[in-house]
């Protein structure tokens, strides 16, 4: 049975650093592409990176050079490291695995990041 489980979320001020982590159970992380989602409070689920499992990488416009997307293959763990956090960043982010078409299958239960100014 898959199982995706974040952590690190928490409380920050703006330009405070945050790292998330996924531990995923019941498949190999590097036999699925890997993703990032966040939502924010009355807005629509956003993709913030996604990880192919070649390893390339992708992130969308807004996190570019500040959010890394990793992955630990030993630990079978996906990380999300985030710098210069901003007030816009918060939301609720999600791991999530293995793409069937244009969605992922697997979702984690969501960390919840709060940037204050």
């Known amino acids: 049975q898959v199982h995706l489980v974040e952590s690190g979320g928490g409380s920050v001020q703006a330009g405070g650093s945050l790292r998330l982590s996924c531990a995923a159970s019941?498949?190999?992380?590097?036999?699925?592409?890997l993703a990032w989602y966040r939502q924010a409070p009355g807005k629509e689920r956003e993709l913030v990176s996604t990880?192919?499992?070649?390893?390339?990488?992708i992130y969308t416009d807004s996190v570019k050079g500040r959010f890394t997307i990793s992955r630990d293959n030993a630990k079978n763990e996906l990380y999300l490291e985030m710098n210069s956090l901003k007030t816009e960043d918060t939301a609720v982010y999600y791991c999530?695995?293995?793409?069937?078409?244009?969605?992922?299958?697997?979702w984690g239960q969501g960390t919840q990041v709060t940037v204050s100014s």
């Open positions: 999530t695995a293995c793409k069937n078409g244009p969605e992922f299958t697997y």
């Open positions: 019941g498949f190999s992380i590097t036999s699925c592409a």
């Open positions: 990880m192919r499992n070649s390893g390339a990488t």
